[in-house]
């Protein structure tokens, strides 16, 4: 395997020099850009709407690529390297992580902490999960119950749905023109969700503002929920790859990986180069590719760098930071293997 799909955006994203996101194909062994496919946007922010070139997740049906931008769904045929269609909804507000059954889409939708599935031949959305579930509304994290067992005792169950209803009545609305902190639905920063046997699972970059992230299994059967990693436990807490019963995930926040054993323990490797935001991370087979992207007000290069499967050595390394003009640096969100 050596061509990967990667999604590359302005850093600086309110003011960029160009007004555009990017989708490129690289040959790995190579270290060269194959392809590039540009999306054009708009960049302003108001008291009444927002929308920046942000690009983010990305992920491959067949010949199909889907590529979240700020509040739409591109679909992009492989073999052309063309934008084929596109898809919006009123829930869609600063989508980051997408994942897919092959039937169905899975899509994080970070402006209001929810995951929305749609059929993906039809882009309708068939339901959502969160703003207004308890296991996202609980007043110490410390004391939280699993869904099933809440849902077993009919008074706590309740009490809870009217906590529910009075704490955070989700509104049937159009969030797409809204930034993040204008929703009032974004406290928890949902990143990626992870299919794995029936069960998605979602990162959380912070924990209600004010602790770092969580990871949350949701079984897509039966909608119970619970926490495979409590909040305040892993710092900027991004994207992630199942492998070998492990759950491995970028820490943006710490300039780290970090990976959950079938035992729930949790394991963290701090990895360089630094200071970086670290953030995509893809599984070669043999090896991992993570993605660097330069902090704001540095002058660092944006790469991707190839490491071993324990993240103890630097195999190799490619410099992307020339997709945009030296004074605006180049950022990293994903990177997929093409299959």
Partial sequence: MSRYLVTLKPQQYLTPTHNYAVLAEIDWNKKTILRELR????????????????????????????????????????????????VSHPYMVDLHGITSDGERLYVVATGIDAILCLDIHTFELLWRWGPDEVILYQDRVEDNLRDDLVASIPLLY?????????????????????????????????????????????????????????????????KVTEFVVQPNTLDGLHDGVWLNECLYMTESGANQVAWVS??????????????????????????????????????????????????????????????????????????????
């Fill in 39 to 86: 999306f054009p946007s708009a960049s302003f922010a108001n008291a009444n709407a927002y929308h920046a070139p942000l690009i983010n997740g990305i992920c491959q049906v067949g010949t199909r690529i889907f590529v979240l931008l700020f509040n739409y769904i591109a679909e992009v045929d492989y073999t052309s390297f063309q934008i084929v269609n596109s």
């Fill in 158 to 222: 309740e009490m809870r749905r009217k906590k529910l209803e009075r704490v955070q009545a989700f509104r049937d609305a159009d969030y797409r023109h809204m930034r993040k902190n204008m929703t009032g639905y974004h406290h928890h920063h949902m990143n990626d969700v992870i299919l794995n046997d029936r069960s998605l699972y979602i990162t959380t970059k912070q924990w209600n503002h004010k602790q770092k992230g969580a990871v949350i299994r949701l079984d897509l059967d039966t």
């Fill in 262 to 339: 079938a035992d729930g323990r949790v394991t963290h490797r701090r990895i360089e180069p630094s200071p970086y935001f670290v953030r995509g991370l893809c599984d070669t087979g043999t090896s991992w590719l993570v993605g660097f992207s330069t902090l704001r007000d540095t002058d660092k290069p944006a790469l991707i760098v190839e490491y071993n499967r324990e993240f103890t050595e630097i195999i190799s390394q490619m410099d992307v930071s020339t997709f945009y003009p030296p004074e605006k640096a180049t950022a990293i969100h994903a990177i997929m293997p093409i299959s």
